[in-house]
C-alpha cells in the first residue's frame, strides 16, 4: 500500500519560508508525476505545484516566483520550498501522486494526511 508522508509545516510570518517534504513509502515517485495541493477551509483544493517524471514542472500562478517544487527519485521524496509567504498562503498542504510520468496524471489516487502553513500578517 502506498503512504505518503508531508512534513514541514507551521507558523511563521509574512515574507518569511518553510520547506514542505513528502516521503513515499515503496517506489512510487520514481516512476510518477507527483503535487502539492492545498485546501483553505470552504475553499476547494487547489494545485499548487506539479512534477513530472521527467522534471517539467507547473506552478499555479499565485505561487510562480515564489515557491519551487522539486523531486529526489533516490529517496522517494519530494519537496517544495516556499518563500515570500503570504497571508493568502495559509492552508492545509497536501502531498499527492498516482500512476502515470506526466503531470496529466494528478492528481493520483493517493494523498497524504496533510501539513498545516499558518502565515501571519
Known amino acids: 500500500q502506498v503512504q505518503l508522508v508531508e512534513s514541514g509545516g507551521g507558523l511563521v510570518q509574512t515574507g518569511g519560508s518553510l520547506r514542505l517534504s513528502c516521503a513515499a513509502s515503496?517506489?512510487?515517485?520514481?516512476?510518477?508525476?507527483m503535487g502539492w495541493y492545498r485546501q483553505a477551509p470552504g475553499k476547494q483544493r487547489e494545485l499548487v505545484a506539479a512534477?513530472?517524471?521527467?522534471?517539467?514542472?507547473k506552478y499555479a500562478d499565485s505561487v510562480k516566483g515564489r515557491f519551487t517544487i522539486s523531486r529526489d527519485n533516490a529517496k522517494n521524496a519530494a519537496y517544495l520550498q516556499m518563500n515570500s509567504l503570504k497571508p493568502e498562503d495559509t492552508s492545509l498542504y497536501y502531498c499527492?501522486?498516482?500512476?502515470?510520468?506526466?503531470?496529466?496524471?494528478?492528481?493520483?489516487?493517493?494523498w497524504g494526511q496533510g501539513t498545516q502553513v499558518t502565515v501571519s500578517a
Open positions: 515503496g517506489s512510487i515517485f520514481s516512476s510518477n508525476a
Open positions: 512534477i513530472s517524471r521527467g522534471g517539467v514542472k
Open positions: 499527492n501522486s498516482g500512476w502515470g510520468p506526466l503531470l496529466a496524471a494528478l492528481p493520483g489516487d493517493y
